[in-house]
Nanobody, 122 residues
């Protein structure tokens, strides 16, 4: 079982940047794709973006393209979600997850972190 811990969330103003980190507990992290999801109260958890296990391929949801960037450092067992030009509608709890491939559905991921809150004020 791979344990994931997200960090870096907080309260920022619109237009600011935040960098979320996802730290894995096991070296098997390098065998997995990483997905980032976000969830607001009362709504379904939604795909934000993902990165392949090598880091060669990334995918993003349309509303974050050009603003968010996902990266990973397999030697450190970490992944990051760099969020620029934040908007109030980006407010959510953000989760990282590990799966065999980058996919947009929660069911495609086997391991999840506990989430970190991002709040963007207008």
């Amino acid at each position: 079982q791979v344990h994931l811990v997200e960090s870096g969330g907080g309260l920022v103003q619109a237009g600011d940047s935040l960098r979320l980190s996802c730290q894995a507990s096991e070296p098997t992290f390098t065998h997995y794709a990483v997905g980032w999801f976000r969830q607001v109260p009362g709504k379904e958890r939604k795909f934000v973006g993902g990165i392949s296990y090598t880091g060669a391929h990334t995918s993003y949801e349309d509303s974050v393209k050009g603003r968010f960037t996902i990266s990973r450092d397999n030697a450190k067992k970490t992944a990051a979600l760099q969020m620029n030009s934040l908007k109030p509608e980006d407010t959510a709890v953000y989760y990282c997850a590990l799966g065999d491939l980058v996919g947009t559905r929660q069911s495609q991921y086997d391991h999840w972190g506990q989430g970190t809150q991002v709040t963007v004020s207008a």
